[in-house]
C-alpha cells in the first residue's frame, strides 16, 4: 500500500506502543535535567533527542550562548554536555499517536534516579511543555521529590512561540548553567 493509501485510510494515525529507544545524555558535570515528554517517530529514527529538523530545540540552546546549532546526534550531545545540561524523557514507554503528546495512555516514567540523578549534579529540573510537565509532576515528583519548571515546547506545533520569545523563557537556566 502507498503513503497516500495508508494516509486515506487512516492506517498512519494508529496508536502504538512505544518503548524509547534513546538513553539520556549526561555526565558528571550536568547541573539541568530537561525532559521531554518522548521522542518522536523523528527523534526515534535519527537516534537522539529532539532529532526533528523543524523542531526548536537545538536552535533555542545554541542561541542561548550565542552559538550555531549543532547539527547531527554528536554534534547536540557534545553541546549538551560542554554547556551542562542533561537531557531525557519523562516516559520510558506509552501508547501514543505518532508524535501526538495529546493522544498518549498507558504512560510508564523513567526511573530518573537512575538514569540521571545517581550520575549528575542536578540542580534544577525543566520540562519542555505542558504535557511533559503534567506527567512528571503526576508520576515523577511524589517520589523523586524534586519541582520541574514548566517551559514552553519547541515543538512545530507551538507555533504561537517565536524563537526570539523561546530563547528569553530558556534563559532561565542559565543561571545553573554558568561556569
Known amino acids: 500500500m502507498c503513503a497516500r ?50 523542531n526548536r530545540f537545538w536552535r533555542v540552546m545554541a542561541a542561548l550562548w550565542g552559538e550555531e546549532p549543532p547539527r547531527g546526534r554528536e554534534a547536540c550531545r557534545d553541546l549538551a554536555l560542554r554547556r551542562h545540561f542533561a537531557l531525557d524523557d519523562v516516559l520510558a514507554s506509552c501508547t501514543i499517536t505518532g508524535a501526538s503528546d495529546a493522544s498518549i495512555k498507558d504512560p510508564v516514567p523513567n526511573d530518573l534516579r537512575a538514569r540521571v540523578l545517581d550520575r549528575a549534579p542536578i540542580q534544577a529540573i525543566f520540562c519542555t511543555g505542558a504535557t511533559s510537565h503534567r506527567l512528571y509532576t503526576r508520576l515523577i515528583e511524589p517520589t523523586l521529590g524534586i519541582p520541574a519548571t514548566r517551559l514552553p515546547s519547541t515543538s512545530p506545533t507551538n507555533a504561537s512561540w517565536s524563537l526570539e520569545r523561546l530563547v528569553g523563557a530558556y534563559r532561565v537556566m542559565l543561571s545553573y548553567l554558568q561556569d
Open 5 to 54: 493509501s495508508r494516509k486515506a485510510t487512516g492506517q498512519r494515525n494508529v496508536p502504538t506502543h512505544v518503548d524509547s529507544p534513546l538513553a539520556p545524555v549526561c555526565d558528571g558535570q550536568s547541573r539541568v535535567l530537561i525532559l521531554g515528554t518522548m521522542p518522536s517517530p523523528k527523534s526515534r529514527e535519527v537516534g537522539y533527542h529532539y532529532g526533528n529538523p523543524q
